[in-house]
């Protein structure tokens, strides 16, 4: 039997919902998970994705699925270990040296680079180049994002601030470093945590 953390989230920003199941590896060091999304702007679509990760949360593979009515778009996205990208078997020099995919209007993708740098639980700052992925076309873009950590709440997570660009948002996070706020852009409903064989 295995533990599965469930995370459901109203994505604001795509005035929507979405959920996640992940399941962290016995060393607590990388988790896998899968989830589904739908969202009504800038247009109705679908969303399924699966992640993993491997040692410190370095993203090895996303699949993602997006439906819209007229189409439906297919990613898979992978990472070889040595930050080099393919995007369904095409080289994307763009992202090479990233160590994380950010799926967009995904919170759980905010988690990895926290949790690598332990920015839930003490003070620090990190830079990073993401391969982020844009929602519903499923393109991949380069985007430079940083964290910083702004200090401890009162129920053991922390505020950590995400800028990427001229753009700034200070998410709440838990103790697993799983968004539980992300102001404009996505507010947790709910989490548990059920034993599933």
């Known amino acids: 039997m295995t533990d599965t953390?469930?995370?459901?989230?109203?994505?604001i920003e795509s005035v929507g919902h979405e959920t996640a199941w992940v399941r962290f590896a016995d060393d607590l060091n990388s988790f896998s998970a899968h989830g589904r999304a739908v969202?009504?702007?800038?247009?109705?679509?679908?969303?399924?994705?699966?992640?993993?990760?491997?040692?410190?949360?370095?993203t090895r593979r996303l699949r993602v699925r997006a439906e819209r009515a007229d189409s439906t778009r297919t990613l898979e996205l992978l990472h070889d270990g040595e930050g080099r990208w393919t995007a369904n078997g095409a080289p994307v020099p763009d992202v090479?040296?990233?160590l994380d995919c950010d799926l967009g209007l995904c919170p759980l993708t905010n988690t990895m680079p926290a949790l690598r740098h332990g920015l839930h639980r003490s003070e620090?700052?990190?830079?990073?180049?993401?391969?982020?992925?844009?929602?519903?076309?499923?393109?991949?873009?380069?985007s430079r994002q940083t964290y910083t950590h702004l200090?401890?709440?009162?129920?053991?997570?922390a505020r950590v601030r995400f800028a990427s660009g001229t753009y700034r948002s200070d998410l709440e996070v838990d103790t697993d470093g799983t968004v539980?706020?992300?102001p404009g852009m996505a507010r947790r409903l709910d989490a548990r945590t059920v034993r599933t064989a």
Do not use: K, N, Q
């Open 5 to 11: 953390l469930v995370l459901t989230w109203d994505v």
């Open 39 to 58: 969202g009504t702007t800038p247009e109705p679509y679908w969303i399924s994705y699966e992640l993993e990760t491997g040692e410190g949360f370095v």
């Open 96 to 98: 090479d040296g990233a």
């Open 124 to 142: 620090g700052e990190r830079e990073f180049l993401m391969a982020w992925v844009s929602v519903p076309d499923l393109g991949v873009h380069p």
């Open 151 to 157: 200090g401890r709440t009162e129920t053991g997570g």
């Open 180 to 182: 539980v706020d992300y």
